[in-house]
Structure formats: structure tokens, C-alpha cells
């Protein structure tokens, strides 16, 4: 899910260029940095969040859980 999100906000930003780009001052409207940093922030929160309940899922006994249900 993460790379396909990567993928859909790369094209809309692909898309939104031409339209941002008179609203940018003294900044290029293809700043490599700048979309660097914004997908790196993604994949570490995207991976800060499905760890968590991963490590919380893996302590349960699946014996029990299939009891429960």
C-alpha cells in the first residue's frame, strides 16, 4: 500500500506542476531535496505504524485467538 501511495501522490504531483509552479517564488517546482525528504518521511511513518501492532500481534498465542473466535 505504501508504494502504490508513492506511486498515485508522484503522478498527482507530476500533474500539479504546471499549475504550482506560478505560485512558487525563488523555488524550483521540481525540488529533488524537498520530495526526498517528504518520501522518506512517509516510508518511516509508514513503517513506524504497521511495526507497532505487528510486535503486539506476534506476542499473542494464536491457540487462544482461534479459541476466542
Known amino acids: ?3 502504490a501511495g ?3 501522490g508522484g503522478i498527482a504531483a507530476a500533474a500539479a506542476v504546471r499549475w504550482l509552479s506560478g505560485l512558487l517564488f ?4 521540481w525540488d529533488s531535496v524537498t520530495l526526498g525528504v ?3 518521511v512517509f ?4 513503517i513506524g505504524a504497521s511495526i507497532l501492532p505487528a510486535v ?10 482461534l479459541r476466542c473466535e
Not at 525563488?26 to 517546482?29: L, N
Not at 516510508?43 to 509508514?46: C, I, K, L, Q
Open 1 to 3: 500500500m505504501l508504494a
Open 6 to 8: 508513492l506511486v498515485l
Open 26 to 29: 525563488a523555488v524550483e517546482a
Open 38 to 40: 517528504v518520501v522518506a
Open 43 to 46: 516510508v518511516v511513518a509508514a
Open 56 to 65: 503486539k500481534a506476534s506476542r499473542i498465542d494464536p491457540l487462544i485467538t
